[in-house]
């Protein structure tokens, strides 16, 4: 077992490269003051709090342990003061060059990187990255692990469009997360209700929606928010539109932008969409919320909030009838590249054929939002290709009537 001050730096290592903080690793078992002072070097370990510790990173003992010294310990170390480009490519070097001799830092390794590919946009790479984790896990014979890449992997490729593999990883890691701890069960069941949601299966997503917030109401704070989100947002999907924003506002008031800013500014985007969703579209409630986010999204905001916030936009001035402006978000949002989900990036395109439609291009439009509605489809995303489907309808009957 590694000695101070090396064992206090693996640990800040692999706390930061989980995502956690001082309070989230102490759990309420250990004080954070103690926990500096550990990660400073200035108290030894005892086997207790290395047995605490080790649980709460979902890692084996063995990764505390002198001999899994390696390069990859050295980058996992360097985390607090590399730039993420500079630590994403000597994450992938030292990866390379790793051999696999040290599974559990590999680990983390490979899991700090796929979460930099999500950040970066680069989801394909992120879905190559989880899948060599499944295995790893598996092999490290460790549920909190498998549980918590089978609900990443869900997340991942739902965002790249495949709604019947997302729930079949998130139902997996429901199943896995059983016997472990809320925060990983209350993932996996999010992970869940979105597949669900987006597939279709609006009475299953219902239910196990209810099951999140029954879950985190007594917790409150930012699960419960993200909870009452979730319910929004099955709720609009099965047209439920008082229900949902109902929910979402619930949701809006129970976040204090002290408490979470990141999650403060991706509520007000979700809720600005649900509010450009429901019908008829409540374009000054989607104005409020898009103009709250502004400083906060030239702050912290990354390039998928930022496409995110044009794309509403664009949908927003196409509701209040200014084709103009709709015309040069998506143009602004389009000429981003593309950080949307399949969803988000379905419906942007639609709303830029709906446009070329309106410019004259009738028959190029109509044939693209046809495409459109075969792939949400194709991929079980039946409101969405449902509202597609409606709209195609529509422009049909109104081109037949302008001929009349």
């Not at 899994?68 to 003061?81: D, N």
């Not at 496409?307 to 509403?312: C, I, K, P, Y």
Request: with cysteine; glycine share 6%.
């Amino acid at each position: 077992m590694l000695k101070q001050p090396d064992f206090g730096q693996r640990l800040r290592a692999l706390r930061l490269a989980s995502g956690l903080s001082q309070a989230d690793l102490a759990g309420g078992t250990i004080s954070t003051g103690y926990l500096s002072r550990l990660e400073s070097g200035a108290r030894p370990p005892t086997a207790r709090v290395i047995a605490h510790l080790s649980e709460r990173l979902g890692l084996p003992l063995s990764a505390f342990e002198s001999e899994q010294a390696s390069s990859l310990a050295q980058v996992l170390a360097s985390v607090t003061s590399a730039s993420e480009a500079d630590l994403t490519e000597l994450l992938v070097e030292a990866l390379q060059s790793d051999g696999e001799q040290a599974p559990a830092l590999r680990w983390q390794a490979l899991w700090l990187l796929a979460r930099m590919r999500d950040t970066q946009g680069r989801h394909e790479d992120e879905h190559a990255l989880l899948l060599e984790l499944t295995d790893l896990s598996d092999r490290l014979a460790a549920p909190e692990l498998q549980a918590r890449v089978a609900t990443r992997l869900a997340r991942c490729v739902r965002i790249l469009g495949d709604i019947d593999q997302a729930r079949d990883y998130a139902a997996k890691a429901v199943e896995l997360t059983t016997t472990l701890s809320v925060s990983d069960r209350v993932a996996a069941l999010h992970e869940l209700v979105s597949a669900e949601a987006e597939g279709g299966r609006l009475a299953e997503a219902s239910a196990h929606a209810d099951d999140l917030c029954k879950l985190t109401e007594a917790g409150g704070g930012s699960a419960y928010t993200k909870a009452l989100w979730a319910s929004a947002t099955v709720c609009i999907r099965r047209g439920a539109h008082a229900e949902a924003r109902t929910a979402i506002e619930r949701a809006l008031e129970s976040l204090d932008s002290r408490e979470d800013l990141h999650l403060w500014m991706r509520l007000r985007l979700a809720a600005a969409s649900l509010y450009l969703q429901v019908t008829p579209p409540q374009t000054e409630q989607a104005r409020q919320r898009l103009d709250e986010i502004g400083p906060v999204l030239d702050l912290i905001g990354t390039e998928l909030h930022r496409q995110q916030a044009l794309s509403l936009r664009a949908h927003l001035a196409y509701d209040e009838g200014d084709l103009a402006t709709a015309r040069e978000l998506c143009a602004e949002a389009e000429g981003m590249g593309m950080w949307l989900s399949f969803r988000d990036r379905i419906r942007l395109e639609a709303l830029q054929s709906k446009l070329a439609i309106l410019d004259g291009n009738a028959e190029s439009g109509v044939l693209k939002l046809k495409e459109l509605a075969q792939q949400a489809q194709e991929q079980h995303n039946v409101d969405l290709a449902a509202d597609i489907w409606r709209s195609v309808a529509e422009i049909l009957a109104s081109m037949r009537q302008a001929q009349v």
